[in-house]
């Protein structure tokens, strides 16, 4: 139930207690959380709400100029936003929190275009509590420029099954894909056959390949104390050592389960229920530098820069920004934008190297269930996957 | 808030952004209430409503424009000191706000679905859902049934006074199979203003679904001739194309149809329409978000590119004139956007193309398919529902198997057009589209 007119009140609470009552049939068994009481300051590293507009908008501009200024890009686009969010939860059971957000996301792209052939270059970019990022974007401005024109004369991908190295970056959406989306209860807690699948230690990976989603891991887009249930934020180890060895609950899911709330209720704002969602999502890192992760790839693709994923669970799909072949073990031509897609059951058990490396991609935003873009980052280091299917777009 | 009410707080925050310097202002109010049932695992799981009122404010100060919005009720001072702040960060405005307001009659509210009582929705979710499972016991079944209405107000310094009430119906009935591993999904639904949705229509195309997926076939990395059903159509390929034909990406350089206005770009049987003012589409208007009346815009006449849609300041950029193809939400400001897309009927039956088939594949759902390089009109995506055709007939369903191609490119080359159009949701109404040759690659 939400609504923004207060005078409704009563009639609200009454509408809320009759749709309980139909639904009701079955009673829901919440997992306890301790009751908090709290109010959780805003860590500032740099505010942007202290930096005039005029300000942003000079420095925007100067990254426009910069793309236009490479010869052949056409158009551009440079979105900014920051966002202040203060949220209170109170529940009945004595739970009273208060928090606050500022989300500074953004994207900036170039758009090269001859006779007829379009290309574009683009990357999306996110802090929480942090301006910083934004003023030191000339480089990737510059490179965006070059690369749009560079894509056009870049070949297509030849269609076919290839080892894939993903920069951090990409694996990071990987692994939110592939992976962490599988590992929200919501799809396993009333469905016997998804709980079999899901089995607590089954074999998902080889042995050197760590999982791990946590609110409590600091500083990043998809931290925070409290979840949108007042449960305190972890961190949940998911894969360990190959072996599936946690998962993703709201109170709803863990009391159904006999599990313990993980602090993974999320809901995008007062107009929506929270759901299992995952926050901060990553990839340990592990022991192999990046020249001898391509080392011994003869004819490979090396996939850079996130520009989108989706997954069914058992299949994903996801789109790199920016890809190269690689040849006898270095990196070769410049393709055209690529997509990987798999099954998730052979592609985790088919990564066979991991960096010594690590990087987080913030400028994403999660969907499910109608709540998008909800504030997430993942991560990785480098890592090499066997067999990928490759589409040549 | 009473409809009177309304315009008397819309009235107060023209004249306060007059009195703060605007040369010209305008109020976009909506109202809105919804009630979302949802089923998960063949269960009912949450009643939810949802009531969200707002306005935004558009000025124009300096010849620039400004813009704020708040669901605040009695936000004046506020809304209007936001405006007029960014306005001198705003774009120059090349666009006068519409004084009049001759738009055709939309029939797009029906006063039945407001008084929909729960219970029928729970019913309707319902049915979608045992029908499936008499098909397939072991299938778990979401369902999603809403009934929203909402009412739109525009009003603005220059005399334009718009206003409308609009409902919608929707049920959608989303099933999935596990086997091992292995999953299998199938799904349709059905949108209207009104409330007779066509529930038997939804049943049979799942149950389609399911008949067609009981197997599973493989492809091998190959060009082959691929059919997209409307599902299939709407999925992958209406994205990239209307993209296309936004004024917007075509002042911009951004579209491949720049320069291309009047050309025969696309096979010469292929006609695409965007078109506001059907009755009872949920798509439909009888003006766009900016108060400009609706109309049947055609996009592709006979395989010639035919116009280009447009909202007020793109028209003003490109010396065009608004095709009232504004939309937007409360937060943002209009942004071109489809209404109604209708591709045309073509001759031929579905069952005939598939016959026709020695080796293919048949598309329902491309999973992915909006990334990559869609203004250019690239889709691509994994087949998350297609079947495989050997020798004329549907052999099963393919997996790990993704298809990949141009729109604009594939269009030059429709093998056939389908006979058999249907609506997907409330605003793609399109036949099945065979393309002679595609690249499918495939893990096999």
């Known amino acids: 139930m939400s609504f923004n007119e207060p005078a409704d009140l009563r009639k609200r609470v009454e509408e809320a207690v009759a749709a309980a009552r139909h639904v009701g049939r079955e009673t829901s068994a919440l997992a306890q959380v301790e009751p908090v009481v709290d109010s959780v300051a805003l860590v500032l590293k740099n505010d942007p709400r202290t930096v005039p507009l005029a300000t942003k908008k000079e420095i925007l501009d100067r990254y426009n100029e910069t793309m236009l200024a490479v010869e052949g890009v056409t158009s551009t686009n440079i979105t900014y936003s920051d966002g202040h969010k203060r949220v209170t939860f109170a529940s009945s059971e004595g739970s009273f929190i208060e928090q606050e957000r500022i989300d500074v996301v953004s994207r900036l792209a170039a758009t090269a275009r001859r006779n007829g052939d379009m290309q574009q270059a683009s990357m999306s970019l996110g802090a929480l509590n942090d301006f910083s990022y934004i003023e030191t974007l000339d480089e990737t401005a510059k490179r965006l420029g070059e690369r749009a024109v560079e894509l056009l004369s870049a070949p297509y991908v030849k269609a076919g099954t290839y080892p894939v190295v993903l920069d951090p970056i990409l694996a990071g959406v990987f692994c939110h894909e592939a992976f962490g989306h599988l590992s929200e209860s919501d799809f396993v807690y009333e469905n016997e056959r998804m709980k079999e699948i899901m089995v607590l230690g089954r074999q998902f990976g080889q042995p050197h390949l760590n999982i791990v989603d946590g609110a409590a891991v600091p500083d990043l887009r998809g931290s925070f104390k409290y979840d949108d249930e007042g449960a305190p934020a972890r961190k949940t180890d998911l894969i360990r050592e190959g072996v599936l060895l946690g998962r993703l609950h709201s109170r709803e899911t863990a009391g159904k389960m006999g599990e313990k709330p993980t602090g993974n209720a999320r809901a995008l704002d007062y107009r929506f229920p929270p759901i299992v969602r995952m926050t901060n999502t990553y990839i340990e890192p592990g022991e192999t530098s990046f020249e001898d992760v391509i080392a011994d790839i003869e004819e490979g693709v090396y996939a850079r820069n996130w520009f989108g994923g989706t997954t069914s669970m058992e299949m994903f799909t996801f789109s790199a920004g920016e890809a190269y072949m690689i040849r006898n073990g270095k990196i070769a031509e410049l393709l055209r934008p690529v997509k990987l897609t798999g099954n998730l059951f052979t592609t985790l058990l088919n990564i066979d190297a991991l960096g010594n490396d690590m990087d987080f991609n913030q400028g994403g935003g999660c969907g499910k269930a109608g709540q998008m873009p909800l504030p997430v980052s993942n991560g990785s280091p480098h890592i090499r996957i066997r067999d990928v299917v490759v589409g040549e777009r | ?444």
């Open chain 2, 1 to 444: 808030m009473q409809h009177g009410e309304g315009k008397v707080a819309i009235d107060r925050i023209l004249m306060a952004a007059r009195s703060a310097g605007a040369g010209q202002a305008e109020v976009f109010s909506v109202e809105t209430e919804e009630m979302p049932v949802r089923f998960e695992a063949n269960r009912l799981k949450e009643i939810n409503s949802r009531q969200t009122s707002g306005v935004a404010l558009r000025v124009i100060v300096d010849g620039r424009i400004g813009f704020a919005s708040s669901t605040k009720p009695g936000d004046v001072e506020e809304l209007v000191a936001a405006a007029v702040e960014t306005a001198p960060f705003g774009p120059e405005a090349h666009l006068d706000f519409p004084s009049d307001g001759q738009a055709p009659q939309v029939e797009v509210f029906d006063p039945a679905v407001e008084s929909l009582a729960v219970d029928e929705m729970i019913q309707a979710g319902q049915s979608l859902i045992d029908a499936v499972r008499r098909t397939e016991p072991e299938i778990l079944c979401d369902a999603f049934v809403r009934r929203g209405a909402s009412t739109v107000t525009i009003e603005n310094s220059n005399g334009g006074s718009f206003t409308y009430q609009g409902t919608g119906y929707s049920a959608w009935v989303h099933g999935t199979l596990i086997r091992g591993t292995d999953m299998l999904f199938v799904g349709d639904g059905d949108a209207s203003c009104r409330t007779e949705l066509d529930l038997k229509a939804v049943e049979a195309s799942v149950i389609s679904q399911l008949e067609n997926s009981r197997r599973t076939a493989e492809v091998k990395t190959a060009e082959m001739p691929v059919i997209f059903t409307p599902l299939g159509v709407a999925s992958a390929l209406i994205g990239p194309l209307a993209i296309a034909f936004s004024g917007r990406m075509v002042h911009q350089g951004q579209s491949p149809l720049v320069g291309q206005l009047g050309k025969e770009m696309y096979v010469a049987r292929l006609s695409v329409w965007d078109d506001a003012t059907l009755a009872y589409r949920p798509g439909s208007r009888p003006f766009d978000d900016e108060g400009v009346a609706s109309r049947r815009i055609p996009l592709i006449e006979k395989g010639v590119v035919r116009s280009f849609m447009y909202d007020l300041q793109t028209a003003g950029l490109a010396k065009a004139e608004s095709t009232g193809s504004a939309e937007r939400s409360l937060a943002a400001q209009p942004s071109i956007s489809t209404s109604c897309l209708l591709v045309d009927e073509g001759d031929v039956r579905f069952a005939e193309m598939v016959r026709g088939v020695k080796e293919g594949l048949v598309v329902e759902e491309l999973m992915g398919a909006g990334q990559g390089n869609v203004m250019g009109g690239d889709f691509s995506g994994n087949v998350l529902l297609g079947y495989k055709i050997e020798g004329g007939e549907i052999t099963g369903r393919v997996k790990d198997t993704m298809v990949a191609g141009n729109v604009h490119a594939a269009l030059k080359h429709v093998a056939a057009i389908g006979r058999e159009a249907r609506w997907i949701g409330g605003s793609v109404r399109t036949p099945a589209l065979m393309f002679e040759r595609l690249t499918v690659s495939s893990g096999h």
